[in-house]
């Protein structure tokens, strides 16, 4: 019955991470997951996650499944996370958001509502991106293609290309866009720079597909949700995907969430109505843990406040180990421009290194990258940056 079905390959990344795993050498440092550590290399444990669900427990009480479109409570928390509390649009009923299980079961509860709805169009992603991206909308029937984002000379952005490129676009072409802290290259759209591209997504009529993973860890949790406010008071339609599992440090619990900014109450009341059934006959219901989680830590002042303390000290220690990194590597290497490891954001940076070199590191150095050059920030500590910097300065 199954014998013409293909071997799978395996993913590149949790296959970086198993062999690290088995390494037995004891200054190994794994920089290829996207996985936010603490100084000691943990993965932290945030107190206002704990007393979220220490009082989930106090309250107890049956766990029914949730409707199809998520607890109402969570549903709301997240609306106001991503546009502000007093949003216009969630007021006039123009916002349908849905719970999911993480971001990327939003991106594929999303990507099957749009091959039902919108058959005929592309998808369009950055250069590079992230790679399960493709895969998803691959999986759902699009055809995908790529607009020019990254650099490789400079390390920042081909703003300018990408301009040219989706002005050519078809009109209703979905585009995805990384609302901040790009993954894997770090490199991220100015301010100014969306509000240049946002006239292009209304003059082509294209739809916005945003990935909103690492709120919070860019500039700020207002600050990163930019894109997400500006396409809002530009009027356009557009996607949201946002996710928990780094900014609350809950990955397993799959806390995650899918908005549909729409033109009318009436459109959302249809976008909400298919999105539910795409979610029916995908997984029925998401976690209601997961629910209980966001909603107790968005909606409670004091764990909001707790939070938002928490996810300041997780951004800060980023910013200093990318300081710490590249003050070492620029002494090692004064011949090398290595500005771009401070004007990326968030949890990555793309190094321009080879997939050879890239090797050499792992081999060498006990140092572990995934084959595109991304490095992960977060795995940095203070006390393997200098060994990282000296392996780095080795082969580069």
């Known amino acids: 019955m199954f014998e013409h079905i293909t071997p799978y390959a395996g993913d590149p990344i949790f296959a970086l991470v198993d062999?690290?795993?088995?390494?037995?050498?004891?200054?190994?440092?794994?920089?290829?997951?996207?996985?936010?550590?603490?100084?000691?290399?943990?993965?932290?444990?945030?107190?206002?996650?704990?007393?979220?669900?220490?009082?989930?427990?106090?309250e107890g009480g049956a766990k029914p499944y949730l409707p199809m479109e998520g607890d109402a409570t969570c549903r709301a928390e997240v609306a106001k996370l991503l546009l502000g509390e007093q949003h216009p649009a969630i007021g006039q009923g123009r916002v349908a958001t849905i719970q999911t299980v993480g971001s990327s079961g939003g991106l594929k509860v999303g990507a099957d509502f749009l091959r039902t709805w919108l058959p005929d169009r592309a998808v369009w992603v950055s250069d590079p991106t992230w790679d399960n991206h493709r895969s998803m909308f691959e999986g759902s029937g699009f055809a995908v293609h790529s607009y020019p984002y990254y650099d490789a000379t400079t390390g920042g952005l081909r703003f300018e290309d990408m301009l040219a490129c989706l002005k050519g676009l078809p009109p209703r072409s979905i585009v995805l866009l990384h609302a901040c802290c790009h993954n894997p290259t770090g490199v991220d759209l100015a301010p100014v720079q969306w509000d240049r591209l946002i006239p292009v997504l209304r003059e082509r009529e294209l739809l916005p597909y945003l990935d909103l993973a690492y709120q919070g860890f860019g500039d700020g949790i207002d600050e990163d949700a930019y894109a997400v406010r500006a396409l809002a008071a530009s009027g356009l339609t557009f996607f949201v995907a946002n996710s928990f599992?780094?900014?609350?440090?809950?990955?397993?619990?799959?806390?995650?969430?899918?908005?549909?900014?729409?033109?009318?109450?009436?459109?959302?009341?249809?976008?909400?109505?298919?999105?539910?059934?795409?979610?029916r006959r995908i997984y029925s219901s998401p976690a209601i843990h997961a629910a209980r989680l966001v909603?107790?830590?968005?909606?409670?002042?004091?764990?909001?406040?707790?939070?938002?303390?928490?996810l300041a000290q997780m951004r800060q220690r980023m910013v200093e180990v990318r300081q710490a990194l590249h003050a070492r590597l620029s002494a090692l290497r004064?011949?090398?421009?290595?500005?771009?490891?401070?004007?990326?954001?968030?949890?990555?940076?793309?190094?321009?290194?080879?997939?050879?070199?890239?090797?050499?590191?792992?081999?060498?150095?006990?140092?572990y990258l995934i084959r595109s050059g991304r490095l992960c920030v977060a795995g940095l500590t203070q006390g393997n940056v200098d060994r990282v910097a000296q392996a780095l300065a080795q082969v580069v």
Not at 254 to 279: H, K
């Open 19 to 58: 062999a690290f795993n088995r390494d037995s050498r004891p200054h190994k440092v794994n920089l290829s997951i996207g996985i936010y550590f603490d100084e000691q290399g943990r993965l932290p444990v945030l107190r206002c996650v704990q007393e979220a669900e220490r009082r989930i427990l106090a």
């Open 295 to 310: 909603a107790h830590v968005l909606g409670d002042a004091d764990l909001r406040s707790m939070w938002e303390g928490e």
């Open 245 to 279: 599992s780094k900014s609350m440090s809950v990955y397993g619990e799959r806390c995650g969430a899918l908005s549909a900014i729409c033109a009318s109450p009436a459109e959302a009341d249809l976008v909400m109505g298919q999105l539910r059934y795409t979610v």
């Open 334 to 367: 004064p011949d090398r421009d290595l500005g771009f490891l401070l004007s990326q954001r968030g949890m990555f940076s793309y190094t321009g290194l080879s997939a050879e070199q890239v090797d050499r590191l792992r081999e060498e150095h006990a140092v």
